[in-house]
């Protein structure tokens, strides 16, 4: 992984850790959230005002596990250029009056942030930030969805808040709602349109992916979407339809009981499979058209893989005892394929060749094998034990919700200006 690299199609933009979003997630549905992508993804992207102000987040990073995270560069902060430490930026957010009271004092948060090394952060200037999302609130006002009057009115109060030299999310919240010319339904629509061009200003900014919940990223009266924000009419928006399959999302990997359970330990076992990196390389490659065939192979694979190996590591337990078996079962095995002569060491030849001419290779090749497969027998029945074990531990934490239900359209997408 490449030290603070921009962001690619591979990485996502964790829209979720938004603090707007908490009252509609519980923590577990935030955890099982976050393992879902990291499944997914090489790299969870979170801007650092989610790392201040989202007390699910705060609460993850708090324990050993979410330290993994970052320690493993599954979740990478987003920051701005200056400040040498999370504690500054927060700091920062402080003095700026936006910091979100949450259940976590001051010094609990610090204490979580100074734990957070930006060596591997994505760094980016708050300066060319700030005017990308000026453009991209002005750019868009066409597709806004109220009449002409109102917009006119609004465009007041930007005007107001770049005269005043403070055109941000809470400053275009605070004009809306305190105009008295503006009804409720159009200073929602207008809200709506301020947060998905502020939550998806960095991941168009850097290009990448981004997870957000597509529901709550619409207004209850009229549909804001992010397609309408940052797509022109004939761009569709990139979907791996597939997965939304039937048959993909009765699968553990989408079962929200499982998605809560799993460490991060289990979580970065499976990011080191082959079938995980396929998928990343079929990712970074989803515009073009001719991969869309290998993409969903590669997603085929990966779901099969996961689903073979979630037995064998829901525990760890389990997976430390299968890994022993599987190293026995190795050994033995290399003891049959060396008689079969299917490329040993020149040390395991000579020694064989010594025997063959005391005795003849087939009789000892029958005899060997004959010694050696009820140990291989008792091994292999030892991991399919192992297995059941495991299969009936999956099946006690599934629960009913999906998490499919959460997101309800699941996005992987290229944003577009």
């Known amino acids: 992984m490449n030290k603070g690299k921009s962001g690619e199609l591979s990485d996502l933009y964790f829209i979720f850790a938004d603090n707007v979003y908490e009252k509609y997630l519980t923590y577990e549905k935030f955890k099982a959230l976050l393992n879902f992508y990291s499944l997914l993804y090489d790299r969870i992207i979170i801007p650092d005002a989610f790392f201040i102000n989202n007390k699910h987040l705060l ?94 009115i609004w465009l007041g109060n930007i005007n107001d808040c770049m005269q005043s030299g403070k055109f941000t999310r809470k400053n275009l919240h605070e004009q809306t709602a305190k105009n008295p010319y503006l009804d409720r339904v159009t200073k929602e629509t207008i809200t709506r349109y301020i947060d998905i061009s502020y939550n998806f200003n960095i991941p168009n900014y850097l290009r990448t992916s981004a997870a957000y919940p597509e529901l709550l990223a619409k207004s209850l009266h009229s549909k804001v979407t992010p397609e309408q924000v940052f797509f022109n009419s004939d761009l569709a928006n ?43 390389k079929g990712l970074k490659k989803m515009e073009d058209e001719k991969h869309e065939s290998k993409l969903e192979a590669a997603l085929f694979d990966f779901i099969y893989m996961y689903e073979q190996e979630l037995p064998q590591m829901i525990t760890k337990e389990i997976k430390e005892k299968i890994g022993k078996e599987k190293r026995n079962l190795k050994i ?55 297995d059941f074990k495991g299969k009936q531990m999956v099946e006690k934490i599934k629960s009913e919700q999906n998490i499919y239900d959460t997101i309800n359209s699941f996005s992987i997408n290229s944003l577009k200006p």
């Open 238 to 280: 990139k979907q791996m339809d597939h997965l939304s399959k039937e048959e993909y999302l009765s699968t553990s990997l989408f079962n929200e009981g499982v998605l809560t359970a799993l460490e991060a330990e289990q979580i970065i076992h499976i990011r080191k499979q082959k079938a995980y990196k396929t998928l990343l």
């Open 59 to 152: 609460k993850f990073l708090s324990s050993p596990e979410g330290q993994l995270y970052i320690k493993n560069g599954i979740i990478v902060p987003s920051v701005r250029k200056g400040p040498a430490d999370m504690v500054e930026i927060y700091h920062h957010f402080k003095s700026s009056n936006l910091l979100v009271r949450n259940e976590f004092s001051s010094l609990d948060t610090l204490n979580i942030l100074e734990k957070i090394d930006l060596e591997k952060a994505i760094k980016w200037d708050v300066d060319q930030i700030s005017l990308h999302f000026t453009n991209n609130v002005l750019e868009n006002l066409y597709t806004l969805d109220i009449d002409k009057k109102a917009k006119e």
């Open 332 to 386: 033995q095995t290399f003891g049959r394929g060396a008689l079969a002569s299917d490329g040993v060491s020149s040390g395991v030849s000579l020694f064989l060749e010594s025997l063959q001419e005391f005795v003849g290779g087939k009789v000892i090749g029958s005899a060997v094998n004959i010694m050696l497969r009820p140990m291989s027998r008792k091994t292999e029945r030892e991991i399919k034990k192992l």
